[in-house]
Every structure is written in C-alpha cells, then in structure tokens.
C-alpha cells in the first residue's frame, strides 16, 4: 500500500498564495511521475500539474505563470506553489502519485491519491 497525505490547503483572498505538500509513504520501491488534480462543484476533476522523476513539467493552461510544481524525490513529496490566485481556482486538490512498490510478492505498479484538500479563494 501507498499512502499520500496532502496538507496546505485554506481560505485565501484574490491575488494571494498557498502553498500544497503532499508526502507518500508505504512500501514504495519508487516514484515515477507526481502530479495535482483538482475538482470544483458540479465540475469534473482537472489536471493542473505533474512533475516526472527527473523534473519535467506539466501545467494546465489555467495556470501556467502562476503555479509551480515541484518535487523531493528524497523525501518522496511533492509541492505545489501556487500564487495570484483568483476565485475560479476554488477547488478540492488532489495529489497523485504513480511508481512500483515492493511488497513480499515482488514488485507491483501503484496508482495513488491523497484524500483531498480544500482550496478556498474568496474574498
């Protein structure tokens, strides 16, 4: 089992910052690509960013210029900065996370999400 805990989320007015961190754990073998999701409202959930192994990137057009991704491959975390915000990017986020975990079978892909973080921006 691979477990992602997302923390960072809250209420924040137009034009300010929260920064996300999500952590996984478990029997992790390792991560390949890292990414945020997120859904608003009666909306389907969106990409807005990934991250690979190596730091290639993937942004959303929604928010390209505003946040950034990031990741500790040693501490099996990854960041989302995110900066000018605007009502529009009010949502629940969600990390993902992709790789092989070890397990006393052998060696198995995993396809994981963190249980959410609300995202508020209001004013």
């Known amino acids: 089992q691979v477990q992602l805990v997302e923390s960072g989320g809250g209420l924040v007015q137009p034009g300010g910052s929260l920064r996300l961190s999500c952590a996984a754990s478990?029997?992790?073998?390792?991560?390949?690509?890292m990414g945020w999701y997120r859904q608003a409202p009666g909306k389907q959930r969106e990409l807005v960013a990934t991250i690979s192994s190596g730091g290639v990137t993937n942004y959303a057009d929604s928010v390209k210029g505003r946040f950034t991704i990031s990741r500790d491959n040693a501490k099996n975390t990854v960041y989302l900065q995110m900066n000018s915000l605007k009502p529009e990017d009010t949502a629940v986020y969600y990390c993902n996370a992709v790789g092989v975990r070890r397990d006393i079978y052998g060696y198995r892909g995993f396809d994981s999400w963190g249980q959410g973080t609300q995202v508020t921006v209001s004013s």
């Open positions: 478990g029997s992790i073998f390792s991560i390949n690509g």
